[in-house]
């Protein structure tokens, strides 16, 4: 996935009521960025540290930037939790992930039952389900997920686990927005239902994708795959 338009560069100054930002431009005028991640942010936070916005398209909306990435320890980590669906649904697309190579039709948020999953892929032989979750929590070698308790991704977990009781694919996918890790995890310490209902969901057959992505001021692409420790 490629930036449609040059990023702006910056310093986090702060983070506040979860979804703002304060950012210092380069000319030193402060600007109120949107950050569309609701998490805690975990080890993704340093006041001071280089950052990357995008431009609002719409002229009308309150916040004219939106925080794209973050650099921690000399490397870049994309905060945006909005990107990892997009770049998820353009690689299946473009048949560039081993496993999820084989589907000719792809589409965006698709209803199963009463959730909404992120993409959904189908061929001759099968139709499959895909959530995307992002990932920046990183604790020692390992990215952690999730950063924050999560019941709305414990309720993705069991309709997956009902998607594939009714004889389809389902799949969740990880995209860890940061490359100074070597393997993925569930964050058990900080939400042990939902590590619980990962382990539930992958006894019943929901299969899961964990990703590297390489994040850099032009774009962020998938990188290799991680291996799981529960």
Partial sequence: MQFETPLVPGKLVKRYKRFLSDIELEDGSVVVAHCTNSGSMKTCIEEGAPVYLSRAKDPKRKTK???EMIQINDSWVGVNTGLPNQIVFEAIR???IPGL???KHVKREVKFEDSRFDVYAENEQEQCFIEVKNVTMKVGDAALFPDAITTRGQKHLKTL???KKSGL???MFYVIQRQDISYFGPAKEID???ALALKKAMDNGVEVFAYMAKVS????ELSNKLDLQM
Avoid: C, L, N, S
């Fill in 101 to 103: 190579d084989k589907y």
């Fill in 217 to 220: 001021p032009t774009g962020i």
């Fill in 192 to 194: 042990p239902a939902y």
């Fill in 161 to 163: 686990i009902e998607v």
């Fill in 65 to 67: 930037f939106t925080w």
């Fill in 169 to 171: 694919r389902a799949v």
């Fill in 94 to 96: 473009d048949g560039i």
